[in-house]
């Protein structure tokens, strides 16, 4: 594989990488609820050798050669006066469904493209208490495939103090508290290599998000390298007319390396309606471009579920069961009005 400037690398597949980021975990504050304005602990990374000389001291940012290792190290200080206990978990990165890498937990649903969990080769200790005031400082292994491998593994060490959750809460419901974490990305490699940007269009398929009706367009970054300042336009129609029903349009998102979400087209408070249609969709990337014309079916059932479960949409009225009722009551109207005739007496002339 072609070199490049360790820089311009670094630049490219580690733009936008969330480093020493507050991550806000949880609900917005509710009634009742517990907030935390901030962290009672303060985290500090210390660079292993592997690190590379030109990298951000903020991250881990690692070249290393297959089947070797490496230690993380961690010096975590609580600042309170009260002893906590931290979790330490390490995670692979992802691209959630609004376009954007996370480096804090982990994916649903893992790309297949994905050859090794960056989580599967660092050993996390779990939980660790200090006490009031007090400094530790802890390593975390990192363990390289055997094999070589091309491209970056990518993820992050999330450093959260573990908090009980308040179930004895007069206010009915509330057992949800916000929560912070630390969140250090982790990016480690073999070698720098140039990778080409890819993008596949997986599936178009009926959905929601935050059941709310949409159509869902999976796209996959299959390469192992980030998809930066992703563009995506795409319209949907019906598949024997021209007209364009609903479209949507997202500009500067990212993509993990060996990763994948869903693109929703929203549909703006309508129904699903089942039929055949297609999707239009064009994505740009750091000066490549990529269109396709999918076209995929609304199966009824699906569409009738998802109807239900669309909390902006109005119960709808079941027709047949009305036109069913009216017909029988005019049957039976008819048949009451024919037996009050034959019954009324005659009167002879």
Do not use: C
Request: aromatic share 8%; net charge negative.
């Amino acid at each position: 594989m072609k070199g490049y400037n360790k820089k311009s690398r670094i630049s490219k597949q580690v733009m936008g990488i969330a480093f020493l980021l507050f991550l806000f975990i949880g609900a917005p504050g509710m009634s009742g609820a517990t907030t935390q304005s901030e962290l009672p602990f303060h985290v500090v990374p210390n660079l292993p050798q592997s690190q590379l000389a030109d990298g951000n001291s903020g991250y881990f940012d690692l070249e290393m050669a297959p089947g070797t290792s490496d230690l993380l190290g961690l010096t975590i200080q609580n600042h309170s006066t009260d002893d906590i206990v931290i979790e330490v978990s390490a995670h692979t990165a992802f691209t959630n469904g609004n376009g954007v890498v996370e480096y804090g937990k982990d994916a649903t649903e893992p790309d297949p493209t994905l050859l090794h969990s960056l989580a599967d080769l660092i050993d996390s200790p779990g939980e660790i208490t200090l006490s009031a005031n007090e400094k530790k400082t802890i390593e975390l292994p990192i363990h390289m495939p055997e094999a070589a491998f091309a491209g970056s593994l990518v993820g992050g060490l999330r450093i959260r103090e573990v908090i009980a959750e308040n179930t004895d809460s007069e206010v009915e419901g509330v057992a949800i508290q916000n929560r912070f974490a630390y969140i250090l990305g982790v990016v480690v490699r073999n070698e720098s290599s140039l990778i080409e940007p890819e993008l596949a269009l997986l599936d178009v398929f009926p959905g929601q998000v935050n059941y709310r009706n949409a159509f869902r367009a999976t796209l996959q970054n299959p390469q192992p390298r980030f998809l930066n300042q992703l563009e995506v336009v795409a319209t949907v129609r019906r598949a024997d007319q021209e007209e364009i029903l609903y479209e949507a349009q997202r500009e500067g998102m990212q993509m993990a390396p060996n990763s994948h979400f869903h693109f929703p087209v929203s549909l703006a408070g309508d129904r699903f309606y089942s039929g055949e249609y297609v999707m239009s969709l064009t994505a740009r990337s750091e000066g490549e471009e990529w269109s396709w014309e999918y076209p995929f079916t609304v199966e009824a059932d699906v569409a009738k579920h998802l109807n239900r479960e669309d909390v902006t949409l109005d119960p709808e009225a079941n027709w047949w069961l009305i036109s069913t009722f009216g017909l029988v009551m005019v049957l039976l109207g008819t048949i009451i009005w024919l037996l009050w005739k034959n019954k009324k007496p005659r009167t002879d002339t």
